[in-house]
């Protein structure tokens, strides 16, 4: 099976920086989502990692060490918008792509 | 404009009534994915379809069935709702030549009484 870690709640100023982690182990990788949800919505694509490094998209980029089992978003130029939860989904091989989501990171920004 | 559409977005219903929860996608992605979210939880997969080839997670429960009649509308059927069943349900899409990213509707939220 798939097992995902990552910190359940974090909190950080407006304007500041903010790195969420995430860890993993499974069989079959085959890469790494990144999506925010906002209470009571639906989950928004963020970014997409199949390759080890950095991808960067605007104000957050999102990190994959294959080797590690591990993934961190990076945001940046913190907005209250940006209060959320953040999920790390993994991609594993199968006669489908499955998708399997960690319980995601609950991101207090503050002013 | 909404890619993928979920229907209704609240939706009551009585313990042991059957209810439907409808999903619509104008993206022509091939896989269509049902997931059960409940509060400050993940996103459980429940099942999906490979075009037309039906995938149940070993750990749905038999209440939960689905169909899907084309590829635009899949359907979740819950037989008899219990009270353990009220949750957001949450349709998604994928297709191979959009990198297999899923792409989520609203979601319909689910209260059983």
Redesign the interface.
């Known amino acids: 099976g798939q097992n995902i870690d990552q910190p359940t709640e974090m909190t950080a100023t407006e304007g500041a920086i903010v790195q969420i982690n995430c860890t993993y182990q499974t069989s079959g990788f085959n890469g790494l989502f990144w999506y925010q949800q906002h209470a009571g919505e639906a989950p928004t694509f963020l970014s997409y990692n199949v390759l080890d490094g950095l991808e960067e998209k605007g104000r957050f980029s999102s990190f994959l060490s294959r080797s590690k089992g591990y993934s961190y978003l990076l945001l940046k130029e913190l907005q209250m918008k940006d209060s959320a939860s953040y999920l790390c989904a993994v991609i594993t091989r199968g006669g489908y792509q499955k998708v399997t989501f960690g319980t995601g990171t609950k991101l207090q920004v503050i002013p | 404009d909404a890619m993928v559409i979920q229907n209704p977005r609240y939706q009551v219903t009585q313990f042991g009534k059957p209810v439907t929860l409808s999903c619509s996608q104008t993206l022509n992605h091939n896989?269509m994915y049902w997931y059960q979210q409940k509060s400050?939880?993940?996103?459980k997969?429940l099942f999906?379809y490979?075009d037309k080839d039906f995938?149940n997670e070993a750990d749905t429960p038999d209440n939960f069935q689905s169909r899907r009649p084309n590829t635009s509308f899949c359907f979740l059927d819950i037989r008899s709702p219990g009270l353990g069943d009220a949750a957001?349900y949450?349709c998604a899409t994928?297709g191979i030549l959009a990198?297999?990213?899923?792409?989520?509707?609203?979601?319909t939220?689910l209260s059983v009484l």
Request: no cysteine; hydrophobic share 35%.
């Open positions: 896989v400050s939880q993940a996103p997969l999906h490979y995938n957001m949450l994928s990198k297999n990213i899923q792409y989520f509707g609203a979601g939220r």
